[in-house]
């Protein structure tokens, strides 16, 4: 989830449905998280990145597909007319990608 106040999402999700967020924000090469599972003991589902100061970026749900190579499905992307901006690596340690597909309808990649 990308969201300008982090804070209160973790606290909505966590009272709402029962969610475990992370205390420790983590940051990363886009924006600060906070990793999250359905639920304590349960392994990490996603995280809720602060996008505060980035300009152009609304709130939205950005949803990772798992692939074999993250190079292989940004190159699919670009021959296809979409886009996708450079990799990296995630707190897990898995390598991904953020993408937009030619509508603009972003999503991400990821191989680990």
């Not at 998280?33 to 589902?45: D, Q």
């Not at 809720?48 to 950005?62: E, F, K, M, N, Y």
């Amino acid at each position: 989830l990308n969201t300008h106040n982090a804070f209160i999402a973790r606290t909505n999700y966590h009272e709402l449905l029962g969610w475990d967020v992370a205390d420790v924000t983590t940051a990363s090469v886009h924006a600060p998280f906070h990793e999250f599972s359905f639920a304590r003991g349960l392994p990490r589902a996603g995280a809720i990145a602060d996008i505060t100061g980035r300009r152009g970026i609304h709130p939205h749900w950005l949803h990772f597909f798992r692939v074999a190579s993250v190079d292989n499905a940004m190159a699919v992307t670009r021959r296809a007319g979409g886009t996708a901006f450079d990799a990296g690596v995630g707190a897990s340690g898995d390598r991904l990608a953020v993408c937009e597909d030619p509508q603009g309808a972003a999503f991400g990649v990821m191989a680990g």
